[in-house]
C-alpha cells in the first residue's frame, strides 16, 4: 500500500477525502475549526456581491458570459448591476 494511501486511512469519514485536496497539514486546522459541525457548501463559490461588482467593471456586452461562468441567472444578474449603478449616482 501506497504511504499516501495509508495515511489517509488513519482519517474518518470526510476527512479522508479533505486530506486528499488540502493536505495532512491543513487537515488538523480543519477539524479544529469545524469538529462536530455540519458544514453545507453552496452551490456557488462566489457571492452574487462579488460577481456584481466584477461585472458592473465590463462591458455590458460580457455581462452575459459573466453570468455563465458564475453560476447565475443572466437577467437576474443584469436588475442587480444595474440596480447598483444607480444606486451609486
Same mark, same amino acid.
Given at each position: 500500500?501506497?504511504?499516501k494511501?495509508? $495515511? ?9 477525502e479533505l ?6 497539514d +491543513?487537515?488538523s486546522?480543519?477539524? #479544529?475549526?469545524?469538529?462536530?459541525? #455540519? ?6 463559490l ?26 447565475? $441567472? ?10 447598483? +449603478?444607480?444606486?451609486?449616482?
Amino acid at each position: 500500500m501506497k504511504s499516501k494511501e495509508k $495515511n489517509k486511512k488513519r482519517y474518518a469519514g470526510i476527512y479522508q477525502e479533505l486530506v486528499e485536496i488540502v493536505g495532512e497539514d +491543513l487537515i488538523s486546522q480543519i477539524y #479544529e475549526r469545524f469538529h462536530g459541525m #455540519e458544514v453545507s457548501m453552496p452551490s456557488r463559490l462566489y457571492s452574487i456581491e462579488y460577481v456584481i461588482e466584477l461585472a458592473a467593471k465590463e462591458d455590458p456586452s460580457e455581462w452575459k458570459k459573466i453570468a455563465r461562468k458564475y453560476g447565475y $441567472n443572466e437577467k437576474y444578474l443584469k436588475r442587480l448591476i444595474l440596480e447598483k +449603478l444607480e444606486s451609486q449616482h
